[in-house]
């Protein structure tokens, strides 16, 4: 933009992106992947699935990741820690990978970093929703974060 002012259109845009996801919309996010994020809220969590008509967590970070980055990515969360560069908590942006171990020690649960301590995963029992980071349930099985090169 010449101007640096952010146009009508756009604001409209980022205060429904904004009130969608729950967080802060500006000119400096990801408008492609936010955009592409509130397309899969509300699809049902379906176990190995990964399309919008039901998506397990890893499913749902792949194709989120193939459609806004052109990336294909591991199929599931081990392969995706695998794949990724380990960032500390305080380094994430949006884009980044958040991994939880829920049931065991062993990572089991991915999502995707939006901002503002929020971040949009497959939950068994809702579908794709945006959570908090600092909910009781995902602070205490959150494992790491990381970020794809």
Not at 59 to 70: H, I, L, P
């Amino acid at each position: 933009k010449k101007s640096g002012m952010t146009s009508s259109a756009e604001r409209k845009k980022y205060a429904a992106l904004s009130e969608q996801l729950g967080i802060v919309v500006d000119e400096h996010s990801n408008i492609k992947l936010l955009e592409v994020v509130v397309g899969w809220l509300g699809v049902p969590y379906r176990d190995n699935g990964c399309s919008k008509e039901g998506t397990d967590c890893s499913g749902f970070v792949q194709a989120v990741y193939k459609e806004v980055y052109g990336k294909t990515i591991s199929r599931n969360t081990q392969g995706m820690l695998k794949e990724v560069k380990t960032i500390n908590r305080s380094q994430l942006k949006e884009g980044d990978l958040v991994f939880f171990s829920i049931q065991s020690k062993k990572v089991s649960h991915v999502g995707i970093y939006l901002r503002d301590h929020k971040f949009v995963h497959a939950s068994t029992k809702r579908g794709v929703m945006v959570n908090d980071l600092t909910e009781t349930y995902y602070a205490n099985s959150f494992t790491t974060a990381g970020r794809y090169p």
